[in-house]
């Protein structure tokens, strides 16, 4: 049975943050069509046991397989560092996260071996970044960084206000001086703050977007698969966005990141998959 | 059939915020037994839809009676103001939120019939404060602002940080330069900022604490019903402490601001209730 090439591919994330990896697939794939879930409802991932993260990602990736996905990209670095390993085993569909590609990209740029994570408590906490890095290459050494007002700062709009300067002062003090040469944006949120980041820490610093990274080896893997939507005509693809709460809030975000506008975004009860 | 005066008085909230109602609880009802239950699962609330809270409220009182409780404290806002009507007809024990102790202290409070009500965004979306206070004084104008940053900041210990002085002008300062005289924390995370909020609105503006006020409508409430409890001997009453996902920060953070240290939190599956 051959796979439809033309079925479009299944992004996730908590909520809005994932919504930085599409934009990346957009740009970088704009042949492919993308089914997106943000499980608004249970938004944020980051504190939560990796037992409902677990639970959360079944559940939505059953969704996603009701729309026909050819792939599925977890554009959650919480989902990708707890929930991948157990659910890619259950589906038939090639499943990626964004900790690999993330992880890959960091161990090719770093020269000194020294490297920075920066995420939510639960990446950090997970050391699932270090676990794969140091797999990639035993002699890298990581310091990791929990930033957990980065996501509500950038979600409220104060991405360029100057408050955010001193709160990236306030987290990333001892990442500065520390001897990193490449660091992990370790949470989909944080490549709206790359530019803050970047002017903070310097230009010897490799920043590292996984979302791009992401984008890049969804590319390669439906190459390889022979899964390259290459039938589409017109303008662009097609995109659909559901969400598992309120979607007003979430259209606004959206729509003040990506490159086209959201028409309509459904809400759906994803307790019932 | 007559009440069990000596059973706990159930309190809830989407996660930690509703401590500060909890404390108020343990101050001036210092005979009364707590069961607490944390949302830390399906936290915040705040972003979320009014079906869903009725939901999540309707589980979490099944939850607390099963616990035995002799009364029912929503010290949450969001579902005080969005659940507290219809889950009130449902259950034969009192039932109590938040809205209407604060509500009611800021119209005997202000002077000048103009008030301030600070939340999150659908506390203030809800309108619930302006259009209780205004069935109580048809006079009272009310200006309203949500200020979603001050959750997040609270919760990650930056109370005292001076970041936090910054976003409470960036969120206040039209409020500052109105003419209200009293102002509502209408987010029970709120009154962990009230000294900076009071030194940043000045002796002339009265702060009305909705955690303290039910607290105190609490206390009227049982005495009325004749379920105060006075059986207790001993040093205090017992306070029991659940949540729907991991304890550990939830614990940390109860601990900060609670007179007595947690020893024991229990995570229970909310979706089961």
Sequence with gaps: MGVDYTAPVGVFDSGVGGLTVTREIMRHLPNEH???????????YGSKSKDNIIRYSRQIIRFLQTKGVKAIVIACNTASALALDVVRQEVDIPVIGVVIPGARAAVKATENKKIGV????????????TKIMQKMDPEVSVIGKAC????PLVEEGFAKHKVTGEIIDYYLDSMRTSEIDSLILGCTHYPLLRSRIMDYM???IHLVNPAYETAMDLKHLLKEKDMVNDAITGEHATYSF??????DKFKQFANSILP??????????????
């Design 34 to 44: 993308v089914v997106y879930f943000g499980d608004t409802a249970r938004v944020p």
């Design 118 to 129: 920066i995420g939510t408590e639960a990446t950090v906490q997970s050391g699932m970044y």
């Design 148 to 151: 957990p007002l980065f996501v």
């Design 202 to 204: 310097g230009d010897k």
């Design 242 to 247: 559901y969400v598992s709460d309120v979607a």
């Design 260 to 273: 086209y506008d959201i028409e309509i975004t459904q809400q759906i009860n994803i307790e019932e998959y």
